[in-house]
Structure formats: C-alpha cells, structure tokens
C-alpha cells in the first residue's frame, strides 16, 4: 500500500461540483469567505456567473440558501463545519429544516482532523447537531468516489442534505463500480467474530485494523457508514446478530455521532456490547493531522486494541 | 391615490383587524400589537401590490412575501383570509391543535405564506435569497419582506443588507414597521437600533420613510421603489402599535398577550363603528 493514492474529501466536493454544472444549469453556490479552503473554488473557477459569495456572514448564506430553495431552485452552500452547522444552527434548523427546503450544505474540515488551525475550528460536534434537525439528510463521505457519489446523490434528493468533508488528503477506497445509495451502509470486509463499523477517514483505518487482528485469528467485519442519517438499521442489526460485539469509529464526539446512532439501532433492536471510538468529551488542540489523530485514538492500531478487547471480554 | 380606491383598502384594512382580533382572542394567546400596526401596510400589499392569485398559490411568477417578523402571523392570517386563500371562518382555529394556522408562518401548512418564519432575523435573508433566484434565473418577480424594528437589533438584518447592496438586489423591497416598541420597553429603552434610515442608506440601500397608516404614502413609496436603479430599497415605515384598538395603542404589554372577552367585546364594537364610518 506504498503507493496508494490520497485524496481530500474537500477537493471530491469541489470536483464533483463543476461535473455536476457541467450537466445542470439549475443550480447555484454559495460560500462565506472560504472557497479556496472549501474548495467551491473549483466550480467557481468554472462556472463564476453561478457562484455567489456571502462574505463572512454564514447564518445569512444559509438562510438565502433557503430562500433560493424556496424558488424551486437547487443550492449549495458551503463553509467550514464549524461555521455551516454551529454558527449557523439555527437558521439550518429554522430557514432550511422546518419548511424542509432542498440545500446541501456542504461544510468541509470537520474534525480533529483540521490540524494546525485547533480547537476553534476542530468541529467534532457537527453530526450531532445536524442529525437531530427533523428530516436533514446527514452523509460523511468515507473517500473520493463517495464523496462525489454524495454530492451527486444529494442533487437528486428531495430536502435538505448535510454532507461533511475532510480537509486531509485520505486513501482512496472505492472504484467508478461504487454504486453509492443514501441510507445504505457498505459491508467493506467480511467477518463473523466481530464488527467494526466506521465513517469517513476512519473507514481506511478499521480496514487496516481488520488485517491487523486476522494476525491474532480475530475475523472481524468492517462497515463503512456513511449515512449517518437516516442510518441503514438493516446492515447494523444484522452485524449485531452474526457477530455479537460492536465497535464503532468516527471522528467526531463519542456524543451524538455514527456511535450514538448504532447504539440506539443495537439497544432498540438486538442488544449486543457497543464500544464507542472517537473523540471524547474535550475540545481538541492543534498539532499535524496525523499526529492528532494518534493522540486521540482515531487511528488503526487504537481500533484493533479496543476490538480485540471487546472480543476477549464477549 | 384615487379617493374611492383608498377608502376600499382602508375597509379591508379594518376587516383584517378584525380577523386579528377574533384570531388572537380565540386562540388566547398571539401578538395583536405588531399585527395592528402592519394592517395597512399588509393590506396594499395583497390588494394593490403583489402579483398573486389566492387560486393558485404556487404560481411560478408569483411576487414572493415574505414575514420576517413572523411573531404578526395573525395579520397575515388575516389579509390571507380576506385575500381569498381561505376562508376568514379559519382564522378561529388559529394556534389550535390540528390547525393550519400555526402560531409562527408555515409555508408548508398554509396556503399564500411563502417562508416559514418566527425567528427574527432570518427573513429577510430568506428574501434576499429569493431575489438572488429571480435575478440569476431571469425571472421578474419582485420580492417583499417585513420586519419589525426591534428585529433590527439582530446582526442577521445587516448581513442581509450588505449583501442586497452587493448583489444589486433591486427587486426586493424590505418594510419596517417602525412602532418604537418591542417587548421588553420601547427601542430606547432596550437597544434602539435606530437611525434606520441612515443605517440602511450607509448600507447601499434607497430609503424612504412614510407614514405606515396613509394609504397615500404607502402607494407612493411602492411605486418610487418599483423604479429600480440597481439598489435594494427599505421602507420606514412610522406606526403605531396596536393601531386601530384604543387600549391597545401604543402599550408595550399589547405585543403579545391576548384580549380577554370584555377587551374582546370592546375592541369588536371600536374596530365595527370604525367599519361603519368607512362603508
Ligand atoms: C431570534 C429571536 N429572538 C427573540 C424572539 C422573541 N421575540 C418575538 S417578537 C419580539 C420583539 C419584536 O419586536 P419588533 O421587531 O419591534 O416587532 P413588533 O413591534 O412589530 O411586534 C421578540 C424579542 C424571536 N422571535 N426571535
Ligand atoms: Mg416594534
């Protein structure tokens, strides 16, 4: 795996952008300040007649959004996660969710992830506070392919659309035969002892956990979620009844994520023992991408140490 | 304005008052005092102003309004009902469990509102949002949005406004009702955001302040800011809150409490002698 080539789930976002405007001419973008970081750069490079930028105004961006939305026109609109759903909450809750308008908020950086920048901008919150808006859409793509297939796949939808991108270049999972479907979990990894299930970045990481405890003679099976929701109930009862242990792996608060969502499906459903990875209950602090990730566990050895754990305790 | 032409929107203007009233009674609860003030100006709204047609609500081309101050949902309700989007009968059902006539706009449950709203701030974004829509997709349809002066306070106003300017949004329009009073005091005693008139001009936009009760001035302002010269335009308008009930005049505590049956009856018999004078 020397090689392997990585792409930042931003730069997907941008790309997928201008080829989606390239097709259709009924929509528009919207960013606050930050196309080059967000990477809507690339579309407005294209296409500039059809980008509009707010300015660093978020909660007005996202409520013209809807107002936009409101014509029967699609939109995009895009900012750091921090901004697009902390900053601008309300009116994602208020302007867009409650009259249930077709936005796709696309905010990139999210998570620890962010590096250098630190704890301000490190938004391991978002999934949490997007997901508990009635009828929002929440996707965190897992890789390039996904998270082009999101974007296109949230043009199409009907309603509001959170899509969460990274701003590390992460290794490319998928291939042009993906076939990406809203709600539909990916078993990536075949496996009967136990099941690892992860979102975004930290999909690489449960696969290069999974080969890692195969050396241990633990068969464990990875899911990549990238729906959060509405989350597929289906490939997670199933998991919870052909392994009987779960861990969950996510960058982003142990509170109200992928982990909170599995364990609500397992405890309704089949309750089987969860073990929830991701960032605990602290802000985070700044330092390289990588190093971070490390230090807060969201790696792969982190993974194959609380899945074997779990397995021995089972 | 023609003195006939006049006369009828004052008649319907105090028919809307009526529907607030027996709306806000019903309901024991809602906001009369700011829906009292934006009667006259909702009323040329929707009988002189806005292309819509109460038989087909979604029409395309439409003229998009928009209630930033969604508190005053018993004056939309109430020239909706007098407009023809539904029966006035309905405005009895308004916060009742069930109702379509929730207690902030819903665009999804009532026919006629174009944006859900209630949480002040946000409108006038939605608006703007809208008129970027028609400009950038070639349509012609003009966009209104209301708001009231303590909603100026949010910092969400301005940020719509700098980017109207921006954008050259002259097919918008925003109206603020301009009654000095909000819910905690009068603007000063609270946090007057005024001037607005020079706020909104510092903003790159036309201004021009009337008196929200003359029919005369209304028409006026509509029709200098139907001349678009590439400006978003802002009317001040000067009003009284809880205008048209005398006990409900200028009284702070008329913001968002209901009549009880006494003030009910009292208020009925005010607003149907002023009826009387008018017909
Ligand atoms: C964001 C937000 N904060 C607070 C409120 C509560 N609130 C409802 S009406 C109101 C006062 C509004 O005053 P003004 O804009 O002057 O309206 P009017 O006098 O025309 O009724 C407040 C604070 C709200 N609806 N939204
Ligand atoms: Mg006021």
Sequence with gaps: ?314 | MKADAKKELEIIACKVRMGVIESVHAAKSGHPGGSLSSSDILTYLYFNKLNVDPKNPDMPERDRFVLSKGHIAPGLYSVLAQKGFFPVEDLKTLRHIGSFLQGHPDKKGTPGVDMSSGSLGQGISCAVGMALSAKHFGNNYNVYALLGDGECEEGQVWEAAMFAANKKLDNLVAIVDFNGLQIDGTLDEVNSPAPLDEKFKAFGWNVITIDGHNFDEIDEAFNKASSKNGKPTAIIAKTVKGKGVSFMENQVGWHGSAPNDEQYEIAMQELNAALAKLQ
């Design chain 1, 1 to 314: 795996m020397a090689d392997t080539v990585k792409i930042a789930t931003r730069e997907s976002y941008g790309n997928a952008l201008k080829a989606l405007a390239e097709k259709h001419d009924d929509f528009i973008v919207l960013d606050a300040d930050l196309a080059a970081a967000t990477k809507t750069g690339i579309f407005k490079k294209a296409f500039p007649e059809r980008f509009y930028d707010c300015g660093i105004a978020e909660q007005n961006m996202v409520s013209i959004a809807a107002g936009v939305a409101t014509t029967g026109k699609k939109v995009f609109c895009s900012s750091f996660a921090m901004f697009a759903a902390g900053r601008a909450f309300e009116q994602v809750r208020n302007s867009i969710g409650y009259p249930h308008l077709h936005v796709v908020i696309g905010a990139t950086h999210a998570g620890i992830s962010v590096g250098e920048d630190g704890a301000t901008h490190q938004c391991n919150e978002d999934l949490a506070l997007m997901s508990v808006i009635p009828g929002m859409t929440v996707i965190n793509p897992a890789d390039d392919y996904e998270a082009k297939a999101a974007v296109f796949a949230a043009y199409e939808h009907d309603g509001p659309v959170y899509i969460r991108f990274g701003r590390l270049a992460t290794p490319v999972l998928f291939d042009d035969s993906y076939k990406f479907e809203i709600g539909k979990g990916v078993e990536m990894k075949d496996g009967n002892d136990i099941t690892i299930i992860a979102t975004g970045l930290m999909v690489n990481e449960a696969l290069t956990a999974a080969d890692a405890l195969k050396a241990d003679g633990i068969n464990a099976r990875v899911i990549n979620i990238s729906t959060i929701k509405p989350i597929d109930k289906d490939i997670i009862i199933k998991a919870a009844k052909e392994t009987g242990a779960i861990v969950t792996a996510e960058e982003h608060s142990v509170i109200g994520g992928l982990g909170s969502a599995v364990t609500d499906v397992v405890c309704e459903s089949c309750p089987v023992p969860v073990k929830k990875i991701g960032v605990e209950d602290r802000f985070g602090y700044s330092g390289p991408a990588k190093d971070l990730l490390v230090k807060f566990g969201l790696c792969a050895e982190n993974i194959a140490k609380v899945t074997k754990e779990l397995y021995n305790n089972k």
